[in-house]
């Protein structure tokens, strides 16, 4: 195989070309002009056989032997990009679906920016959600895109789009009020891509399904949602928790542990596994509520699993079994614990706490001193009312 070779497959590759059944990749190489492209997948592109049919080692030495870096995902985690998608008539359905997707070209098999912007979105990447003149939710991307047929709640539109297309998986974060871009033109017009803009100067929707949008215009759509809003603080803080914790996992899908342990430590992301086992062996019940049946508990990190270590995300000494709406407010900081069992709460937190009857709880019972480092952090890094 010749340099060449590669330059055609990615080139092909980056005109939406997918010739064989495309997964989400673990090792990447790096062109010349930055760009990042799937290890395997291009090496097989160049070959023109299946990816199936050769070895990520194999690519691995060839694509290094012709000048390139070779980088896993672990490796190439870059700051978060900021993405706008208008799906009016689509949102309600990727809101409950948890996704966004797209045809992978025109109806006429042009290629369409739009369209191909899902091939280039990365975990832990933003998007904005703009239907019907406002802006109704923000999102993290939580894995990155996938072949995928046309959702079931598309089809009114399939006469309009192929039945094959694009799907990026997305954590999506409702603001309560919307936020509509009209109302501040002037300070967001003068931040609009210069092409392929989501919105025109003056304010209504293009036809552009994702657009990229600068990180700049991305912050301050943030900061718009809390002008208007105070209460979207919450919903802002939500955002980057998500992307934080999805960059996370991604880390350790890309790590070199056993495939067990890094099914365990994801699981333990939201309170499964051995890490619920473990917290159950020392937490009987919900110290708060009373309730006992594991059934109806969740197995919450004390120190939050985004900020743990490999260990500290598996240890027992590390989890509280909460009921649900418990869970919220300690996982969110609006209360906490002091060690020998006061119920700790935030001020903005507190009539809250009272219309859920547990402002009463004087004392839950002192924690055991493999617990209390880790409720120390707590109390000092996540709690709102420290």
């Given at each position: 195989m010749e340099k060449k070779d590669v330059v055609a497959a990615v080139?092909?590759?980056?005109?939406?070309?997918?010739?064989?059944?495309?997964?989400?990749p673990n090792w990447f190489f790096i062109t010349d002009d930055g760009g990042r492209y799937p290890l395997k997948y291009i090496y097989a592109m160049a070959l023109g056989i299946d990816p199936l049919d050769t070895h990520t080692d194999e690519a691995k030495k060839c694509i290094q032997g012709l000048g390139y870096q070779i980088v896993n995902d672990a490796e190439v985690l870059t700051p978060?990009?900021?993405?706008?998608?208008?799906?009016?008539?689509?949102?309600?359905?990727?809101?409950?679906?948890?996704?966004?997707?797209?045809?992978?070209?025109?109806?006429?098999?042009?290629a369409n920016e739009g369209y191909l912007n899902l091939t280039r979105v990365k975990v832990?990447?933003?998007?904005i959600s703009y239907a019907e003149g406002v802006i109704k939710s923000i999102g993290v991307v939580t894995h990155s895109h996938v072949e995928a047929p046309i959702p079931q709640t598309h089809q009114k539109t399939a006469e309009y789009w192929a039945k094959s297309g694009w799907q990026v998986s997305i954590e999506w974060v409702p603001l309560t009020v919307w936020l509509c871009p009209k109302?501040?033109?002037?300070?967001?017009v003068p931040l609009l891509p210069s092409m392929h803009s989501p919105i025109q100067k003056n304010g209504d929707g293009n036809l552009c399904y994702l657009s990229s949008i600068s990180s700049e215009l991305g912050r301050l759509i943030?900061?718009?949602?809390?002008?208007?809003?105070?209460?979207?603080?919450?919903?802002?803080?939500?955002i980057e928790i998500e992307g934080e914790e999805a960059l996370e996992e991604l880390c350790i899908q890309a790590s070199d542990l056993p495939d067990t342990e890094k099914q365990q430590l994801v699981r333990s992301r939201i309170g499964q596994g051995i890490?619920?086992?473990?917290?159950?062996?020392?937490?009987?019940k919900c110290r708060l509520t009373g309730v006992d049946n594991l059934a109806f508990l969740i197995a919450s990190h004390i120190k939050p699993w985004r900020h743990s270590d490999n260990d500290e995300r598996l240890n027992g000494s590390n989890g509280l079994l909460l009921s649900p709406h418990v869970d919220k407010l300690f996982d969110r900081g609006w209360i906490s614990f002091s060690d020998d069992g006061h119920l700790l709460i935030a001020e903005q937190a507190r009539s809250v706490a009272e219309a859920w009857g547990l402002a009463?709880?004087?004392?839950?019972?002192?924690?055991?001193?493999?617990?209390?480092?880790?409720?120390?952090?707590?109390?000092?890094?996540?709690?709102?009312?420290?």
């Open positions: 080139a092909r590759f980056r005109d939406g070309a997918r010739p064989f059944s495309f997964r989400r978060a990009s900021f993405w706008w998608v208008n799906h009016k008539q689509t949102h309600l359905d990727e809101y409950a679906g948890g996704y966004i997707w797209s045809p992978k070209t025109k109806k006429n098999g042009d832990g990447d933003r998007i109302n501040f033109l002037d300070r967001i943030l900061s718009l949602a809390i002008e208007v809003d105070p209460t979207a603080t919450q919903a802002v803080h939500e890490f619920r086992m473990r917290v159950a062996n020392q937490e009987r009463g709880a004087l004392n839950v019972g002192a924690f055991n001193s493999k617990q209390r480092p880790f409720l120390k952090y707590h109390r000092e890094k996540i709690f709102k009312g420290a």
